[in-house]
């Protein structure tokens, strides 16, 4: 089994926001919901794929003026 890169350590405290930034940038997506940290491992190309039928199978039946996006969401820059 590989073994992590850093040494991986949780707060002595509930997870906050600032914390985001201390973990690995591995391709996880990472949220705290109530002082506890959950990981989401990244999505297969099968998830994908249907996510593009779906968003085109919305767009070609929404109304006038509505936009249809496949993931929108907040991005640490």
């Known amino acids: ?3 992590p890169t850093y040494e991986w350590r949780p707060p ?3 997870w906050r926001e ?4 201390e973990l690995p940038e591995d391709g996880n997506r ?3 919901v109530d002082g506890s ?3 989401t491992p990244p999505a297969g190309p099968y ?3 249907l996510a593009d039928d779906i968003r085109m ?3 070609q039946n929404a109304p006038a003026g509505w936009r249809v996006i ?3 969401g907040p991005r640490r820059v």
């Not at 600032?18 to 930034?21: A, F």
Request: proline fraction near 0%; charge should be negative; glycine fraction near 12%.
């Open 47 to 49: 998830h994908h794929e």
């Open 12 to 14: 002595g405290r509930d």
């Open 37 to 39: 940290l959950h990981g």
């Open 57 to 59: 199978a919305l767009r």
């Open 70 to 72: 496949r993931e929108i």
């Open 30 to 32: 990472y949220e705290i």
């Open 1 to 3: 089994m590989a073994q």
């Open 18 to 21: 600032q914390d985001l930034g």
